[in-house]
């Protein structure tokens, strides 16, 4: 496992920040891509700074198939074969349903739903030629509920889900694990957003006192989720929805 190579997509903030913390201090070679540049280049640094292996390649929109195959490309050259692959670069915004326009929709699927299905094409013929890989797909707790005011974006993780399921079928068989995990609640700078525009109807810690773990999540507690689930003992787990939540959906 250490030495391998991983990609992280969103890696400059939140969620994706602690699992490309995670992955680095776990020993695999840790590729930071972000829309921002300075936020992967920080997070790539911090990295390095605790001793692990990273690179930042940042200005990359996953939305975006050619600067995606760019961006593998470079990973490629400089850490080797991309054999771990999080997609959990995503967007989230708030709109009444008679409001979302195409271009709010469109945009939401781009992101959320071409951005993985981009970067997996760009991964996974690694994956083939190794006879091993571990692709994790962040999506949302918000399409296994509903959520009002969102219907873009959970049609989106809900799309994201399903492909998640689809190709952990088609590529078991070539020793690549698929999974998803669909977070609920966690701290971190895009949920401040929703809370600062009045989004939640609360804040973050009155919803995380009502939760069962009495707690919002931390990005940690999803890094945690997905270490395992690129570890060699997570070879028998596939095409799975690994709900990280606090026990808000059983
Ligand atoms: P965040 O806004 O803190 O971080 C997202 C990162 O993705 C940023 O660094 C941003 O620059 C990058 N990014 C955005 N669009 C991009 C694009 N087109 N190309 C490349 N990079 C891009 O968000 P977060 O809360 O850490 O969310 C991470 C993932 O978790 C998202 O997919 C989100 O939908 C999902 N999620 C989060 C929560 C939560 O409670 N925070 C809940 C459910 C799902």
Same mark, same amino acid.
């Given at each position: 496992?250490?030495?391998?190579?991983?990609?992280?997509?969103?890696?400059?903030?939140?969620?994706?920040?602690?699992?490309?913390?995670?992955?680095?201090? #776990?020993?695999?070679?840790?590729?930071?891509?972000?829309?921002?540049?300075?936020?992967? =280049?920080?997070?790539?640094? =911090?990295?390095?700074?605790?001793?692990? &292996?990273?690179?930042?390649?940042?200005?990359?929109?996953?939305?975006?198939?050619?600067?995606?195959?760019?961006?593998?490309?470079?990973?490629?050259?400089?850490?080797?074969?991309?054999?771990?692959?999080?997609?959990?670069?995503?967007?989230?915004?708030?709109?009444?349903?008679? #409001?979302?326009?195409?271009?709010?929709?469109?945009? &939401?699927?781009?992101?959320?739903?071409?951005?993985?299905?981009?970067?997996?094409?760009?991964?996974?013929? #690694?994956?083939?030629?190794?006879?091993?890989?571990?692709?994790?797909?962040?999506?949302?707790?918000?399409?296994?509920? /509903?959520?009002?005011?969102?219907?873009?974006?959970?049609?989106?993780?809900?799309?994201?889900?399903?492909?998640?399921?689809?190709?952990?079928?088609?590529?078991?068989?070539?020793?690549?694990?698929?999974?998803?995990?669909?977070?609920?609640?966690?701290?971190?700078?895009?949920?401040?957003?929703?809370?600062?525009?009045?989004?939640?109807?609360? &804040?973050?810690?009155?919803? /995380?006192?009502?939760?069962?773990?009495?707690?919002?999540?931390?990005? =940690?507690?999803?890094?945690?989720?997905?270490?395992?689930?690129?570890?060699? /003992?997570?070879?028998?787990?596939?095409?799975?929805?690994?709900?990280?939540?606090?026990?808000?959906?059983?």
């Amino acid at each position: 496992m250490p030495g391998r190579t991983a990609v992280v997509t969103g890696g400059g903030s939140g969620i994706g920040r602690a699992i490309a913390h995670r992955l680095a201090a #776990d020993g695999f070679a840790t590729a930071i891509l972000d829309l921002d540049t300075e936020a992967a =280049e920080k997070v790539a640094d =911090e990295a390095r700074e605790r001793g692990g &292996t990273a690179l930042a390649v940042g200005g990359v929109d996953v939305s975006d198939r050619a600067r995606v195959d760019d961006a593998f490309t470079r990973v490629r050259d400089t850490l080797g074969p991309v054999l771990v692959l999080v997609n959990n670069a995503g967007m989230s915004a708030n709109k009444r349903f008679l #409001d979302v326009t195409d271009e709010l929709w469109d945009r &939401t699927m781009q992101i959320n739903v071409n951005g993985p299905f981009y970067c997996c094409q760009a991964a996974v013929p #690694d994956m083939v030629d190794a006879g091993w890989g571990r692709i994790v797909n962040i999506s949302s707790s918000s399409a296994q509920t /509903g959520s009002p005011f969102m219907t873009h974006y959970v049609a989106s993780k809900a799309g994201l889900i399903g492909f998640t399921k689809a190709l952990a079928l088609e590529l078991g068989p070539r020793g690549i694990t698929v999974n998803t995990i669909p977070p609920g609640l966690v701290d971190t700078p895009m949920l401040r957003r929703s809370e600062e525009r009045g989004y939640l109807s609360g &804040t973050v810690e009155h919803h /995380g006192s009502r939760l069962p773990v009495r707690r919002a999540g931390r990005p =940690e507690d999803i890094a945690a989720a997905c270490a395992f689930l690129v570890s060699e /003992g997570a070879g028998y787990v596939t095409g799975q929805i690994i709900g990280v939540n606090g026990g808000r959906v059983t």
